[in-house]
């Protein structure tokens, strides 16, 4: 028995021992956000910028925290084929809970390491709508944020402009598809287009600059209704 156990001892020793030597090698670890066709995808890596696997225990806790969760993520994907993921990044848009995560690390960096800070002050989107002859031409920015940065929505209630993420009123579950409803229309289309957008999202600011929008204190029911555009001499449809 006592041989077992200096055997056992021995073995964890050497564990412990080339954990500390993966940790030597990796350093000081950054969190990658790079935009993506399918969002943002999200990245571990060194002072470099290159890819790297480390080990979760040496690190802080919000910082091992996140960690545990990617190796979770990659390690289901060994039991999934998935063709379109070569490497080891994360798509938030699949994960959207790791913002919650990711927020609480210092070491955010963008896909040229310049750093990314994260602006706990509640604040929300804007739409603004110019209007340029006779079309609309609408940009979504973040109250909060100087300038006109564009808006990358990592979640429903976090944004990515310029160098800060912010947390954002929750905007629904179609926050992915925001990019939509930035693309030019006439000015014939505007009521639909309003129509859509507060369909699709909520919790949107829309501001203009001939015209302010208002608001019905009730909530407008949709009634059911059929409309017969033609009858003939039958009475046939």
Not at 53 to 63: A, G, K, Q, T
Not at 77 to 103: A, M
Not at 121 to 141: A, N
């Amino acid at each position: 028995m006592s041989d077992f156990l200096s055997r056992l001892q021995a073995l964890k020793f050497q564990t412990e021992e080339n954990s500390w030597k993966e940790l030597k090698r990796s350093g000081r670890v950054f969190f990658r956000l790079e935009k993506t066709e399918k969002g943002v995808a999200l990245s571990v890596v060194d002072e470099k910028g290159i890819l790297v696997d480390v080990d979760s225990r040496y690190y802080e806790p919000e910082e091992s925290q996140l960690i545990r969760s990617i190796e979770h993520i990659q390690r289901e994907r060994q039991f999934r084929i998935i063709w379109e993921e070569t490497d080891k990044s994360v798509n938030l848009c699949d994960h959207p809970y790791l913002c919650h995560q990711l927020v609480r690390c210092k070491n955010i960096v963008d896909g040229k390491m310049m750093p990314i800070v994260f602006h706990s002050d509640d604040t929300f989107l804007q739409l603004r709508l110019k209007k340029e002859g006779v079309d609309f031409h609408p940009s979504v920015r973040v109250a909060a944020c100087e300038g006109e940065e564009a808006v990358v929505m990592l979640s429903e209630c976090f944004a990515w402009a310029g160098n800060g993420i912010y947390q954002v009123r929750p905007i629904g579950g179609n926050y992915n598809y925001l990019s939509v409803f930035e693309e030019p229309f006439s000015e014939d289309m505007l009521e639909r287009y309003l129509s859509v957008l507060h369909s699709y999202t909520e919790q949107i600011d829309v501001v203009a600059e001939d015209f302010s929008l208002s608001f019905s204190s009730g909530e407008v029911v949709p009634v059911p209704t059929i409309f017969f555009e033609k009858v003939d001499a039958d009475a046939f449809l």
